[in-house]
């Protein structure tokens, strides 16, 4: 009996003395969304090498855990680090070292801030992006003649928002081979009275000699876009369309530990050589880097005309946009891609583009299971097609509806807008839906993409009762579209997108409850404080 009495007193003895487990970091008195699958809610959790090793209550956290660094969050909400599932991390970066024509009201604007960017640069050619047609009051596409007259000597070309139409001067367009007789492939020169205008249309593009961008620039650029990222709460972006070049640079910056975001590189298809060297070269994966996708341009944008759509633009006779390449060409790029491991992922805007594209996918798929190929912005989709999304990833980006939704029914008619932005119907298809922001086509806040997914409206309350509603997402649907799902449309949701013991410490601390808060106060949702690995870096 005694010898009984003693083990028991021995084991609570034990028990008492137990020991916490030391931890890196402890975040207490947390209104925390975890999105794993039960959607839980809870309210501390412990870090340690990078991960979460213990989720649960305060007072859990605090009885078996100690740590030097503890935060009392006073009950801010935290959420897993943000992902935006299709954006131009690279582009924007390069984009901070040139003009930013982002919101002008019209043409005349576009040209001051030419003027004022080369009093301040005097550049000897002359860039930017973001200039669109649709904001001004007269919605045409504008001409260079006064930029001829502004600027005669040095060359300028400026990009529209959606990347797919350029404004180029005479200087410019006498460094090319460009005439008013040059026909083009997959884009478009605009003429006006037989003569040229300045604007060409996606594949037109190409014919301007942009000058390189060195390797200084390019390192400037990446960490221009990591800093603006984090501060909205980024902790991995898809960088939709980069070369090999850049992956490697993106590579050696992760690797000495001066560049930190964690980038989903889709690998552009455009050059077969990029093709053929990382599909022999295999996929690469590291903490913060993952090589496995190759991004396909299937049209151009909607705003240009540029967009494949079945039937003509009902605001341009006999005009129905273009496909980049042709049909043959996408089934060769998808059947090479579909014998290997990597991921196909294709910018498909109007009707047309979307059906080529999933029936190509289909096509060279078969029966494969989980692919997780995915259509990059799905924007029109013909009634028909939406059953094609069933094994397909939807990849979107909300604020492109509330950005079009002014003048988008111009475009296309009241019949094709019924499969528009249709969100809630895609979801319903596959089951998940990833959302991105487009940016810098967009601007970069994620939070502006959670309030055009659910609310439908933009920041002036328009329209009353919202766009579309019945293709608005809930709050739980948006939230798990910008952390979980997008992980699983990169084959990484075992190690990122939801606050779970095992996962990366990738979580944003918020000034507000989004999930709870008045849908018109949305927008002014900010990161106080951004985690990555479990450290803070904003």
């Given at each position: 009996?005694?010898?009984?009495?003693?083990?028991?007193?021995?084991?609570?003895?034990?028990?008492?003395?137990?020991?916490?487990?030391?931890?890196?970091?402890?975040?207490?008195?947390?209104?925390?969304?975890?999105?794993?699958?039960?959607?839980?809610?809870?309210?501390?959790?412990?870090?340690?090498d990078g991960k979460f090793i213990a989720v649960g209550t305060s007072e859990e956290i605090?009885?078996?855990?100690?740590?030097?660094?503890?935060?009392?969050?006073?009950?801010?909400?935290?959420?897993?680090?943000?992902?935006?599932?299709?954006?131009?991390?690279?582009?924007?970066?390069?984009?901070?070292?040139k003009v930013d024509l982002m919101g002008t009201k019209s043409y005349d604007e576009v040209?001051?801030?030419?003027?004022?960017?080369?009093?301040?640069?005097?550049?000897?050619?002359?860039?930017?992006?973001?200039?669109?047609?649709?904001?001004?009051?007269?919605?045409?596409?504008?001409?260079?003649?006064?930029?001829?007259?502004?600027?005669?000597?040095?060359?300028?070309?400026?990009?529209?928002?959606?990347?797919?139409?350029?404004?180029?001067?005479?200087?410019?367009?006498?460094?090319?081979?460009?005439?008013?007789?040059?026909?083009?492939?997959?884009?478009?020169?605009?003429?006006?009275?037989?003569?040229?205008?300045?604007?060409?249309?996606?594949?037109?593009?190409?014919?301007?000699?942009?000058?390189?961008?060195?390797?200084?620039?390019?390192?400037?650029?990446?960490?221009?876009?990591?800093?603006?990222?984090?501060?909205?709460?980024?902790?991995?972006?898809?960088?939709?369309?980069?070369?090999?070049?850049?992956?490697?640079?993106?590579?050696?910056?992760?690797?000495?530990?001066?560049?930190?975001?964690?980038?989903?590189?889709?690998?552009?298809?455009?050059?077969?050589?990029?093709?053929?060297?990382?599909?022999?070269?295999?996929?690469?994966?590291?903490?913060?880097?993952?090589?496995?996708?190759?991004?396909?341009?299937?049209?151009?944008?909607?705003?240009?005309?540029?967009?494949?759509?079945?039937?003509?633009?009902?605001?341009?006779?006999?005009?129905?946009?273009?496909?980049?390449?042709?049909?043959?060409?996408?089934?060769?790029?998808?059947?090479?891609?579909?014998?290997?491991?990597?991921?196909?992922?294709?910018?498909?805007?109007?009707?047309?583009?979307?059906?080529?594209?999933?029936?190509?996918?289909?096509?060279?798929?078969?029966?494969?299971?989980?692919?997780?190929?995915?259509?990059?912005?799905?924007?029109?989709?013909?009634?028909?097609?939406?059953?094609?999304?069933?094994?397909?990833?939807?990849?979107?980006?909300?604020?492109?509806?509330?950005?079009?939704?002014?003048?988008?029914?111009?475009?296309?008619?009241?019949?094709?807008?019924?499969?528009?932005?249709?969100?809630?119907?895609?979801?319903?298809?596959?089951?998940?839906?990833?959302?991105?922001?487009?940016?810098?086509?967009?601007?970069?806040?994620?939070?502006?993409?959670?309030?055009?997914?659910?609310?439908?409206?933009?920041?002036?309350?328009?329209?009353?009762?919202?766009?579309?509603?019945?293709?608005?997402?809930?709050?739980?649907?948006?939230?798990?579209?910008?952390?979980?799902?997008?992980?699983?449309?990169?084959?990484?949701?075992?190690?990122?997108?939801?606050?779970?013991?095992?996962?990366?410490?990738?979580?944003?601390?918020?000034?507000?409850?989004?999930?709870?808060?008045?849908?018109?106060?949305?927008?002014?949702?900010?990161?106080?404080?951004?985690?990555?690995?479990?450290?803070?870096?904003?």
């Open positions: 009996m005694k010898k009984i009495i003693f083990l028991f007193s021995l084991s609570i003895a034990l028990t008492c003395c137990k020991k916490q487990q030391k931890a890196d970091t402890i975040i207490i008195n947390a209104n925390i969304y975890t999105v794993n699958d039960h959607f839980e809610k809870a309210s501390a959790f412990a870090i340690k605090k009885k078996n855990y100690d740590a030097l660094t503890i935060v009392d969050a006073k009950n801010k909400t935290i959420i897993p680090g943000l992902i935006d599932a299709h954006c131009h991390f690279y582009r924007m970066g390069l984009q901070q070292q040209l001051q801030k030419l003027i004022a960017f080369q009093k301040e640069k005097n550049s000897t050619f002359i860039t930017g992006r973001g200039w669109d047609q649709n904001d001004w009051v007269v919605k045409e596409f504008p001409t260079k003649k006064k930029l001829d007259s502004l600027f005669p000597t040095i060359p300028v070309a400026i990009g529209r928002v959606d990347g797919h139409a350029l404004l180029v001067n005479q200087a410019a367009i006498n460094l090319s081979k460009i005439t008013k007789d040059t026909k083009v492939s997959g884009g478009e020169i605009i003429l006006k009275d037989g003569e040229l205008t300045g604007v060409l249309i996606d594949a037109a593009m190409d014919f301007i000699p942009f000058p390189e961008t060195t390797k200084e620039e390019a390192i400037l650029g990446l960490l221009d876009a990591q800093k603006i990222s984090f501060s909205y709460g980024l902790t991995t972006v898809d960088d939709a369309g980069i070369d090999q070049q850049v992956i490697e640079l993106i590579d050696s910056l992760q690797q000495d530990g001066s560049l930190k975001m964690r980038i989903y590189a889709m690998i552009s298809g455009d050059k077969q050589a990029q093709i053929d060297y990382y599909i022999k070269k295999g996929k690469l994966k590291t903490d913060r880097l993952n090589v496995r996708s190759f991004k396909v341009y299937g049209d151009g944008a909607l705003g240009s005309r540029g967009a494949a759509m079945r039937k003509p633009y009902t605001d341009r006779d006999n005009h129905f946009g273009a496909l980049i390449y042709s049909p043959e060409r996408y089934q060769e790029i998808a059947k090479q891609i579909a014998a290997s491991d990597f991921q196909m992922n294709t910018h498909a805007i109007g009707d047309s583009a979307n059906t080529w594209l999933l029936k190509t996918y289909k096509e060279v798929l078969k029966d494969a299971k989980n692919r997780r190929w995915r259509i990059e912005h799905a924007q029109i989709i013909a009634p028909e097609d939406f059953d094609l999304f069933d094994n397909i990833i939807p990849s979107v980006q909300p604020t492109h509806a509330t950005s079009d939704m002014y003048w988008a029914k111009d475009r296309i008619g009241t019949k094709r807008m019924q499969g528009a932005y249709a969100y809630k119907d895609l979801l319903k298809k596959y089951g998940k839906i990833a959302l991105g922001t487009d940016f810098p086509v967009e601007q970069v806040n994620p939070f502006l993409t959670f309030y055009a997914a659910t609310i439908r409206k933009d920041i002036n309350n328009y329209p009353e009762n919202g766009f579309q509603m019945e293709n608005a997402l809930t709050r739980e649907e948006t939230l798990k579209g910008m952390t979980i799902w997008a992980a699983y449309s990169n084959f990484e949701e075992q190690e990122k997108g939801s606050i779970e013991i095992g996962k990366f410490a990738d979580f944003v601390i918020l000034n507000q409850d989004i999930m709870k808060v008045e849908g018109d106060k949305i927008p002014k949702t900010k990161a106080v404080e951004t985690y990555l690995n479990g450290e803070k870096v904003y």
